[in-house]
């Protein structure tokens, strides 16, 4: 995340053609979300009349929720997401509501990754040691997702 941010702040500053200076983090993080929420409004037609919720289908409901969102008052970096998920937003955005709780909660155990420890040193041998860690990466990915979409080995 933090070489994205930073990726980011060099990007922006290439496009204003400044060499990138020593900045506070807060105020480099607060212009990433200003100029990521610009390319949203860019991308999205958010300036067209809403329809009303009786008339929609789950996806339109889905997208007038997105569209209301990102009109909005944006939080704060500083600011609690889980207080902004929960009450008068998690009414307003019941669909949107459900993703925040699901996404920005953290399990309350370790044994995922007790488990994902225990599938890496299977697939880590004297045998395969000198696999690179981009394809010891690829194979966890693979033995956890392909469990998920039931395919089968042959």
């Not at 409004?41 to 209301?68: F, H, Y």
Request: hydrophobic share 40%; charged share 25%.
């Amino acid at each position: 995340m933090l070489l994205f941010v930073l990726m980011k702040i060099a990007t922006i500053a290439r496009r204003s053609g400044e060499s990138v200076q020593p900045v506070q983090l807060e105020e480099s993080i607060n212009d990433i979300f200003d100029e990521y929420e610009k390319e949203i409004r860019t991308e999205l037609i958010i300036d067209s009349p809403l329809p009303s919720p009786s008339e929609l289908n789950a996806r339109q409901k889905a997208e007038v929720e997105v569209v209301e969102y990102l009109h909005a008052t944006k939080l704060s970096v500083g600011s609690d997401p889980f207080i902004y998920w929960t009450g008068e937003n998690a009414i307003k955005w019941p669909l949107l509501a459900t993703l925040a709780n699901k996404y920005f909660s953290a399990p309350a155990t370790s044994s995922e990754s007790e488990r994902l420890f225990s599938t890496a040193g299977q697939i880590v041998s004297n045998l395969r040691k000198r696999l690179l860690p981009e394809n010891i990466e690829k194979l966890l990915f693979l033995h956890h997702n392909l469990k998920i979409y039931n395919f089968c080995y042959e």
